[in-house]
């Protein structure tokens, strides 16, 4: 009787400390290294498509092109934010600026940002929040080229409707 509850205090000793030790350390780690993955691939999902929704032909003179952007709706279990901005510092040189698109996520560790290549006579506007469809669209009118990141359910049509 004495043998058959030591056994079963040394296996839940056992199953507890693997428990604290996977918990505790293996499993978050190895989430973490998934998350840090998973950020980097992104942005330069979201980087590719913008880049390649603002190359247009230059037979195009009016018309708009829209193209969905797949992006997971979360990055370690949290929304994060995609926004251009036109003088991001790049390296540690703050004196040196470039286009880019930035990932705002809630921990710091999962933040990046990623030079992206546009036109010099594109304007860009808009964001894009994890938790909805996201997509680019690009508008050639006469006075300009606007790219839109776009949010919500209207982004699901791919269209190109050029002249």
Do not use: C
Request: charged share 25%.
């Amino acid at each position: 009787m004495v043998s058959k509850a030591l056994e079963a205090a040394v296996v839940v000793l056992f199953v507890g400390l693997l428990t604290t030790v996977l918990f505790g350390g293996v499993v978050p780690d190895h989430r973490d290294a998934v998350a840090d993955e998973l950020a980097d691939r992104t942005l330069s999902t979201a980087v590719e498509r913008t880049e390649t929704a603002a190359r247009l032909p230059d037979s195009v003179t009016r018309g708009h092109r829209t193209v969905v952007v797949d992006l997971p709706r979360s990055i370690r279990g949290h929304s994060y934010r995609i926004r251009y901005v036109q003088n991001a510092s790049v390296d540690s040189d703050s004196n040196t600026t470039t286009p880019a698109l930035v990932l705002d996520h809630p921990r710091d560790a999962f933040d990046r940002q990623l030079p992206v290549s546009l036109p010099d006579s594109v304007t860009v506007s808009g964001t894009w929040d994890s938790g909805s469809d996201a997509a680019v669209r690009v508008t050639v009118e006469d006075d300009g080229t606007t790219l839109e990141l776009l949010n919500g359910p209207d982004t699901s049509s791919g269209e190109d409707d050029n002249e």
